[in-house]
């Protein structure tokens, strides 16, 4: 089954504005394009349910029913249960907020383990736990491809592990990484196990209950919606880990970790992104009940076919070092590359033709540290998604041979 990329770009008001329609986005890592529902769904809260949730009066109740709608659709996409969703204003919050519960739960002889692979969010919060007594381990990548070994990982594990913490693929290196023999090998040794799918998760919603992860992370605002954190901590380790919230609020797993309170307005609009991807499978011919699956398979095969043509451009390009594999299948299609120069000035070449595209260090300096790339340079990113189209990557390119 090919995905129709004609009616995909048809739920994205962004391809009608004129201001973007004809240029080709490549920094959707950092944040995608809001489809059509969660557009229409923010205005309309804003307009007729912008009022305390959970009420006794219709706008009121409509408005509990719409934050509802949000996360009972996304527990289904990701195979959880309703009460494992929670919302926070953004993964690195949320990763924070987590953090401290592990640290009042943890005692000082209790190790984590964290990766040189992840965004700041998933490792910096964890590591300041060595203040509180926790002993800190770090799961390094290989320095030449980026990617991480569980041989080295089963070196790490011993009965002090308590936390693994690693991600579902890197912002830069993009590997997809082996998440169920990880929690496997984790779990076998007594740890829990939380996932960064923030990079991951744009490419379609995993089943975490497949997965094993005890906790899976990623961003609204990356896959179509709001600005939004969403998490999911599975039942068992949600009622060990002490409460982040009002004290009569910890009996509720999906207010136990949320201190800041709910953005009713961000929750509800994240029903979109479900209302979309549903849509998506009708079109396609898929049953509901069948879409968390084949919508996911649906952007992997689309994703990968268009990806493979710029890898291949890559490997014949010496001015250009490919961070990551150049295998599509093994990645999700977020392509870093070491220029050897500053990327963003690059970057903004680019942007001249209409190609958009970011040059960073994308909060992963301790992984371009370890793969040797200058941080006064950066990474110049080129990331897609679903609704980029083959004639955009043929454009990107086309321009990366004038600009290189």
């Known amino acids: 089954m090919e995905l129709d990329i004609n009616f995909v770009r048809d739920q994205f008001p962004a391809f009608s504005e004129s201001s973007l329609m004809n240029k080709a986005f490549f920094e959707n890592a950092g944040g995608s394009y809001a489809c059509g529902p969660v557009i229409n769904r923010l205005n309309r809260f804003y307009k007729e349910r912008k009022v305390q949730p959970y009420g006794a009066f219709e706008a009121s109740i409509s408005g509990g029913a719409e934050m509802d709608e949000a996360r009972s659709g996304l527990a289904r996409y990701l195979g959880v249960k309703d009460y494992e969703v929670s919302f926070g204003p953004s993964t690195s919050q949320n990763t924070y907020v987590l953090a401290q519960a592990f640290g009042e739960w943890l005692s000082p002889s209790d190790t984590i383990i964290v990766t040189n692979q992840d ?37 790490l594990l011993d009965e002090n592990v308590k936390l693994l913490c690693f991600p579902h693929c890197s912002n830069i290196v993009a590997h997809i990484n082996p998440v169920k023999e990880i929690v496997s090998l984790a779990h076998s040794a007594g740890a829990y196990v939380c996932v960064d799918g923030v990079s991951y998760a744009p490419h379609g919603l995993p089943n975490v209950d497949d997965l094993g992860a005890d906790i899976y992370l990623f961003s ?8 939004q ?12 880990l002490p409460n982040q919230g009002h004290y009569f609020n910890e009996k509720f797993l999906t207010k136990k970790f949320t201190p800041a309170g709910p953005d009713h307005a961000q929750i509800a609009a994240c029903a979109g992104i479900i209302e979309y991807f549903d849509a998506l499978a009708a079109h396609h011919g898929i049953k509901i009940s069948d879409a968390p699956a084949k919508v996911h398979k649906l952007f992997r095969n689309y ?43 690059v970057a903004k070449k680019l942007s001249v033709v209409d190609i958009l595209a970011g040059g960073d260090d994308f909060y992963a300096v301790r992984l371009l540290e370890a793969l040797g790339v200058d941080l006064n340079h950066g990474a110049l990113r080129l990331s897609f998604v679903h609704y980029t189209r083959q004639k955009d990557v043929n454009a990107v390119i086309d321009a990366l041979d004038e600009v290189l």
């Open 119 to 155: 965004h700041e969010a998933n490792t910096g919060s964890w590591r300041r736990l060595t203040n509180r007594g926790v002993k800190v381990k770090e799961w390094q990548v290989n320095k030449e491809t980026g990617e991480l070994s569980l041989e080295n990982l089963e070196n």
């Open 220 to 227: 609204s605002y990356k896959t179509y919606g709001p600005h």
């Open 229 to 240: 954190g969403i998490m999911v901590v599975k039942e068992k380790l949600a009622e060990l």
């Open 303 to 345: 994703e990968t076919k268009i990806l493979q043509p710029l890898l291949n451009y890559l490997k014949t390009k010496n001015s250009a070092r490919l961070l990551g594999p150049s295998d599509a299948s093994v990645r999700a299609p977020t392509v870093a590359l070491d220029l050897g120069c500053n990327a963003f000035e």
